[in-house]
């Protein structure tokens, strides 16, 4: 499997050359080349799987020869022996047809971990048998931080520097990243905002002349390609489980920086019958605009309950728009250069191609907070509030009532107590592995908004 730039200005890569970078050198994110796909009776034959074993056939096509089919295997499960629920995702139900899929029973309690425990363990790999050592760097809104620091901490072949919008994550996200020991991880806090985090970041892989010319930046963002392959599994996992191939599936993801339900979208594209893709977002809503209105225009940040999809921008967009425009790079390039200047429409042919493709909806704190509490009333159920703005717009959206839907739960409710406690419910206690986070020892660095002061802080501690 080779790998191609959305905006066409690079030679096919390899898996392994993908996994050790960030954006392509031409500023566009990698795609595989062509997506394989997975007849309906082979998609059934995984029906008894256990959930490293799907992980396994749904990944082996991607990487394809490059890493040998029992390292990879190793890699795999080592990673998902790691969760604490048997099942890894499990399913609940809350009412006829309507089930939550727990993606937050790994080592930091939200979805991340599904690709970071693979993505941290793929670069010892690949790292080790290069004998070569690495910087990590990488923008957390709040969830990404802890699960790429969680990943790859153990690892003697990076350094890992974090950066965290500076007062805007949450407490135990904050914690869970800043008591990670080590002398080879960073924790950076910078006087912006999430989309200040990331334009910092991008600017440091755009321009690696700081680093000595021995080191490169590998980026844990889901711009990296490895992380989204690694959340295709958990649709097929949830499908097969509700009856697929041959029942249709509607899936609804929280979404920010769109790795998550592109990786749905990809599941759609590689054979699984979805129905239904709901893009939920809070009132960050961009994305709502464009697939409702045909407007893709960037507002005012507003800080919600649900920080992680506090995000003007989503990267993992234009991996979508390059399907959109048919593949045509110099298209993608056009209107990529137009974006941020003004209000961008696309053709009505394309727009109606979007909404097929997905539904989607926009939901606020209150909304958040009375989900909340009406499903923990209703179903004793405690969601966090990123599950919650996923429920409500799957509500919103749910047209087919005999396809199921299913609604990722991306984190535990304790890692934000604070729209538990605005919903009227008690905050929830830690699961036992955390219950002392609060004790433990914090280290990180605040700096200014400002790319040299975080190259700099880069330089003088590798
Ligand atoms: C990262 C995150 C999201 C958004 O996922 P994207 O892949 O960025 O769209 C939603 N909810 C939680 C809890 C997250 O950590």
């Known amino acids: 499997m080779k790998y191609i730039s959305t905006r066409g200005g690079v030679a096919p890569q390899t898996f392994e050359q993908v996994l050790l970078t960030g954006l392509a050198p031409d500023g566009g994110l990698f795609v595989p080349e062509s997506l394989p796909r997975f007849s309906r009776a082979e998609i059934a034959s995984w029906r008894e799987l256990t959930y490293p074993e799907l992980a396994l056939k749904i990944v082996s096509p991607f990487v394809a020869g490059e890493i040998p089919a029992e390292d990879l295997k190793q890699i795999i499960f080592d990673s998902y022996a790691a969760f604490a629920d048997p099942e890894v995702a499990p399913l609940r139900r809350l009412e006829e047809g309507e089930y939550i899929l727990e993606l937050f029973?790994?080592?930091?309690?939200?979805?991340?971990?599904?690709?970071?425990?693979?993505?941290?363990?793929?670069?010892?790999?690949?790292?080790?048998?290069?004998?070569?050592r690495v910087v990590i760097l990488g923008a957390t809104s709040g969830d990404?931080?802890?699960?790429?620091?969680?990943?790859?901490?153990?690892?003697?072949?990076?350094?890992?520097?974090?950066?965290?919008?500076?007062?805007?994550?949450?407490?135990?996200?904050?914690?869970?990243?800043?008591?990670?020991?080590?002398?080879?991880?960073?924790?950076?806090a910078v006087e912006g905002n999430f989309d200040d985090c990331q334009r910092i970041v991008k600017a440091a892989f755009a321009d690696q002349s700081f680093l000595p010319d021995s080191r490169q930046l590998v980026a844990v963002n889901s711009i990296n390609w490895a992380r989204i392959v690694m959340q295709i599994v958990y649709y097929f996992s949830a499908a097969l489980r509700l009856g697929g191939p041959e029942q249709k599936i509607s899936f609804s993801v929280p979404t920010g920086n769109f790795g998550d339900i592109y990786a749905g979208y990809l599941a759609k594209h590689m054979g699984l019958p979805v129905d239904r893709l709901v893009v939920a977002t809070n009132t960050n809503d961009i994305l709502h605009r464009f697939i409702a209105n045909n407007d893709y225009s960037i507002s005012a940040l507003s800080k919600t309950f649900s920080p992680s999809m506090d995000i003007l921008v989503s990267s993992n967009f234009e991996r979508y728009l390059f399907d959109l425009f048919d593949r045509d790079a110099a298209k993608l390039n056009e209107f990529m250069a137009k974006f941020g200047k003004e209000t961008l429409q696309v053709s009505a042919e394309q727009w109606q191609r979007v909404k097929d493709e997905f539904d989607?909806?926009?939901?606020?704190?209150?909304?958040?907070?009375?989900?909340?509490?009406?499903?923990?009333?209703?179903?004793?159920?405690?969601?966090?509030?990123?599950?919650?703005?996923?429920?409500?717009?799957?509500?919103?959206?749910?047209?087919?009532?005999?396809?199921?839907?299913?609604?990722?739960?991306?984190?535990?409710?304790?890692?934000?107590?604070?729209?538990?406690?605005?919903?009227?419910?008690?905050?929830?206690?830690?699961?036992?592995?955390?219950?002392?986070?609060?004790?433990?020892?914090?280290?990180?660095?605040?700096?200014?908004?400002?790319?040299?002061?975080?190259?700099?802080?880069?330089k003088s501690n590798i």
């Open 144 to 188: 990404t931080g802890s699960a790429a620091l969680a990943g790859c901490r153990h690892s003697d072949h990076v350094d890992i520097f974090i950066l965290h919008p500076y007062q805007r994550v949450s407490d135990v996200q904050r914690k869970q990243m800043t008591t990670v020991p080590g002398d080879n991880v960073f924790n950076l």
């Open 360 to 458: 989607s909806s926009t939901v606020n704190d209150d909304q958040t907070c009375a989900v909340i509490a009406e499903v923990y009333d209703t179903h004793g159920v405690l969601l966090d509030p990123h599950t919650a703005v996923g429920l409500k717009c799957a509500r919103d959206c749910w047209a087919d009532k005999r396809v199921p839907m299913v609604t990722l739960s991306t984190a535990h409710p304790a890692k934000f107590g604070e729209a538990i406690k605005q919903a009227g419910l008690e905050s929830p206690s830690l699961p036992e592995h955390l219950a002392d986070l609060f004790e433990r020892e914090e280290r990180y660095t605040v700096v200014a908004n400002d790319l040299n002061a975080v190259t700099d802080f880069i």
């Open 105 to 132: 029973h790994g080592p930091t309690l939200a979805f991340k971990d599904f690709a970071l425990q693979v993505l941290g363990r793929l670069l010892d790999y690949v790292l080790k048998k290069k004998d070569q």
